[in-house]
């Protein structure tokens, strides 16, 4: 009785769903990582302002949905380059469950571990916010401040990125 014979019914099999169920994907816009034409120090300047104002948030990464660093403020050890590949990564896969269960575009994902938090924010087409906390943090108060921080960032992206901020 180790296998199946042939008086047992076999059990049912998943098959595959018609091409089609899902749209095409979507390409990903240029990148942002490396542009000298974003307001950095306008950015900068969001960045501290939402780490000074959470207390226990050791710092936040801009990064591309490419996965590429834009910039940081990052107050530990990580890596900000491994961090906003990890952000693209939490994109990518709450990008997917949305389209999975039709509710629509990425907002914003939380992981909780052990010692601490990261979260991330849509901010554009292009751009996302990863924020890095320890466990202490007040979780609720940053999901109130940092889509505000958000908004304002793609406001200063889009500045550069759309033809009316075309100042060449």
């Known amino acids: 009785m180790s296998g199946i014979d042939d008086t047992e019914t076999p059990l049912p099999r998943r098959t595959a769903r018609g091409t089609g169920t899902l749209p095409p994907p979507r390409p990903l816009p240029p990148s942002l990582a490396g542009s000298a034409s974003l307001?950095?120090?306008?950015?900068?300047?969001?960045?501290?302002e939402l780490r000074l104002q959470i207390p226990g948030v050791h710092g936040c990464v801009l990064g591309g949905v490419d996965g590429l660093l834009i910039t940081h403020n990052l107050q530990t050890d990580v890596d900000p380059s491994d961090l906003a590949a990890l952000a693209a990564t939490t994109y990518g896969l709450g990008r997917q469950v949305g389209l999975r269960l039709g509710q629509g575009d990425?907002?914003?994902?939380?992981?909780?571990?052990?010692?601490?938090?990261?979260?991330?924010?849509?901010?554009?087409?292009?751009?996302?916010?990863?924020?890095?906390?320890?466990?202490?943090?007040?979780?609720?108060?940053?999901?109130?401040?940092?889509?505000?921080?958000?908004?304002?960032?793609?406001?200063?992206?889009?500045?550069?990125?759309?033809p009316a901020g075309d100042r060449s």
């Open 39 to 48: 307001p950095y120090p306008a950015i900068g300047h969001e960045l501290s």
């Open 106 to 162: 990425f907002q914003q994902s939380t992981v909780r571990n052990a010692s601490g938090y990261l979260s991330v924010y849509a901010v554009s087409s292009q751009a996302l916010l990863a924020v890095v906390g320890e466990d202490t943090i007040n979780v609720a108060r940053l999901h109130l401040h940092a889509p505000a921080v958000a908004r304002r960032l793609a406001a200063l992206l889009d500045q550069v990125t759309s």
